[in-house]
């Protein structure tokens, strides 16, 4: 049912309640906001757009709980927000920073933080698998590679490697230990 507050009476068994204080509660017999929602949380889904929100703002955005926050961060950044840090943003040129807000490049990690900061890359075992970094210009295959290669075949270890391609169209793989091989 519907339950106007004209009087401060909350009317029992109306589960919209419009307030003369301009609060809207759906479920929620008195709003902490202009529009609350009291739903069942979890799984279950409380609110639901059939289209785009929008904030009119550059701080809108969700808050999770009380220590949790997604959205507006400056006039041109989106933010993750815990523990009452800015953890990561996006700016809208593209830049990625994690760990700073004001990121220079396509992906920056950390703003010269006095601690330790490691970029970990997980793969299953099994002496089946890489992972490293490629560091390519211009087109694939022509740049540096940094690459842990537990796979027995093709000589387990780390690879520092620089890929070039020769004049008649053979990649040369050049191993910092000092061997070339031609892949």
């Not at 949790?68 to 830049?95: E, H, Q």
């Not at 933080?113 to 793969?123: E, G, Y």
Request: hydrophobic share 40%; charged share 20%.
């Amino acid at each position: 049912g519907l339950g106007m507050d004209v009087d401060n009476v909350v009317r029992a068994g109306a589960s919209l309640f419009l307030h003369a204080n301009h609060t809207v509660g759906i479920g929620a017999t008195t709003p902490g906001a202009k529009l609350e929602v009291a739903g069942a949380g979890g799984t279950v889904v409380d609110l639901l757009v059939n289209g785009r929100l929008r904030s009119n703002n550059n701080d809108g955005g969700l808050w999770v709980a009380q220590d949790r926050f997604v959205g507006g961060l400056d006039t041109n950044k989106i933010g993750f927000f815990s523990n009452n840090a800015w953890r990561m943003a996006v700016l809208n040129n593209g830049y990625v920073g994690i760990a700073t807000t004001t990121p220079g490049n396509d992906l920056e990690i950390g703003a010269f933080d006095d601690q330790d900061r490691f970029l970990a890359f997980k793969v299953q075992g099994g002496n089946k698998h890489r992972s490293g970094i490629k560091m390519w210009a211009f087109k694939d295959n022509y740049g540096y590679s940094i690459q842990y290669d537990e796979r027995v075949q093709t000589g387990n270890g780390l690879h520092i490697s620089t890929h070039n391609q020769n004049a008649d169209g053979v990649t040369q793989v050049f191993v910092e230990i000092g061997r070339a091989q031609s892949e």
